[in-house]
């Protein structure tokens, strides 16, 4: 079972950044695909960024393309999100997820709240 912790959310005016961060408790980091996702109350879990294992491919949703950016530190089973020019839209519960290759998700964080003011 792999348990997934994500920290780094809060509160931050339009235009700040955020860096979000998601450790995973595996011995196959290296080769797990990791994503990030957020929800909003009322709308369905939305597909932020994923990387992909070993080869570290990246990819984005339209809405975020430009603004953020995921990565992954392999020695310390933890990817990040580092968002920048945020907008009140932005706001939502962001989850970190993991799998055997992106798009295919089995483990999911508790989610961190992230709140743009305007």
């Not at 955020?18 to 929800?39: E, I, K, P, V």
């Not at 984005?60 to 009140?88: C, E």
């Not at 706001?91 to 709140?115: E, F, I, L, R």
Request: proline share 3%; with cysteine; net charge positive.
């Amino acid at each position: 079972q792999v348990h997934l912790v994500e920290s780094g959310g809060g509160l931050v005016q339009a235009g700040g950044s955020l860096r979000l961060s998601c450790t995973a408790s595996t011995r196959t980091f290296n080769s797990a695909a990791m994503g990030w996702f957020r929800r909003t109350p009322g709308k369905e879990r939305d597909f932020i960024a994923a990387i992909s294992g070993t080869v570290n491919n990246t990819y984005y949703a339209d809405s975020v393309k430009g603004r953020f950016t995921i990565s992954r530190d392999n020695a310390k089973n933890t990817v990040y999100l580092q968002m920048n020019s945020l907008k009140p839209e932005d706001t939502a519960v962001y989850y970190c997820a993991a799998g055997p290759a992106t798009g295919y998700w089995d483990h999911w964080g508790q989610g961190t709240q992230v709140t743009v003011s305007s």
